[in-house]
């Protein structure tokens, strides 16, 4: 069983310390790498690279970057890709980016990268980067087919990305469904589902109803009246995010993608649920994280 998590930069000190309790936490699982997020808009750049850089360089984990086409040339990006390679950081995850704040929809930045595939083939063009790219079990909103979507992530993986993510769902048979099509479509590179614990529902909803994945009936109803009953929540999102993993592992789903929200404990108790376990207690040897500088 392979697993791998998402963290993203924090805004603040108290936001810092926790993420950084999370990572202490999930590190001696030894996941494949963590990504670091990227603004919608690139407004993170700085931060997503402190943070990735120093993961890289104070933990034994591998760092894996968000880089999107979003506001800034493909000089600007190829810098930056360049400057990961000097660090030691070989795994990037080549996202196209939402349109900036205020705009109607996406617009390529004229001396850009136009889309994710653009982005992967100048990124291998820089060094040999392992790199992920997003997927979409329900079709990306913007997509006017699904098809399209398929001949999307393609291309995508034609330009030499390794693997794709999944954006989250919780329909289980779309992801199936998707899966399958992939393979029909002769794709062989692994789609590895991206797995959402549920801390706050509304919040879920809001993500849904902008990805477009779909929310099924059954998890509103197990959520409904639980908005002010912290504790009763989080026993439903481990019960019904190992309940998924699960179901995937009955399927042959081998692999799996956390997006942690930069907590720890309902991620840790799903890997613990899948059999991922340290291999060591981790107080035989913890990550020493020292203040931010």
Not at 42 to 64: F, K
Not at 189 to 194: H, R, T
Not at 205 to 212: I, V
Request: with cysteine; hydrophobic share 40%.
């Amino acid at each position: 069983m392979n697993v791998s998590f998402e963290f993203f930069p924090p805004a603040d000190v108290e936001m810092e310390a926790t993420l950084w309790r999370s990572v202490e936490r999930l590190a001696p699982l030894a996941p494949c790498f963590v990504s670091v997020t990227y603004g919608a808009d690139g407004s993170t750049r700085t931060r997503t690279h402190q943070l990735v850089t120093r993961i890289q360089r104070e933990t034994p984990l591998t760092g894996a970057p968000h880089l999107t086409c979003v506001g800034a040339s493909r000089g600007e990006i190829l810098d930056i890709a360049r400057q990961y390679r000097d660090q030691g950081i070989r795994h990037i995850v080549a996202l196209r980016g939402d349109p900036p704040k205020g705009a109607a929809s996406y617009e390529p930045h004229p001396d850009g990268f136009a889309y994710a595939a653009d982005l992967v083939a100048g990124l291998k063009s820089v060094a040999d980067f392992e790199i992920s790219v997003a997927a979409y079990p329900e079709v990306h909103p913007e997509a006017p087919s699904a098809k399209f979507d398929l001949d999307n992530l393609k291309r995508k993986l034609d330009a030499g990305a390794s693997r794709a993510i999944t954006q989250f769902f919780y329909d289980i048979d779309a992801f199936l469904r998707f899966r399958d099509l992939c393979a029909d479509s002769g794709l062989r590179a692994p789609i590895v589902p991206g797995i959402l614990p549920i801390t706050r529902f509304p919040q879920v909803l809001r993500m849904a109803n902008r990805c477009g994945a779909h929310v099924p009936r059954w998890l509103e109803e197990r959520f409904h009246g639980l908005d002010d009953d912290a504790e009763t929540r989080r026993l439903i999102a481990a019960s019904v995010a190992i309940e998924q993993v699960h179901t995937l592992e009955r399927h042959g789903v081998r692999d799996f993608h956390f997006y942690t929200l930069n907590r720890a404990e309902l991620t840790y108790a799903i890997c613990h649920a899948l059999g991922v376990r340290p291999s060591r207690q981790p107080s035989a040897a913890p990550v020493t994280l020292g203040a931010t500088t």
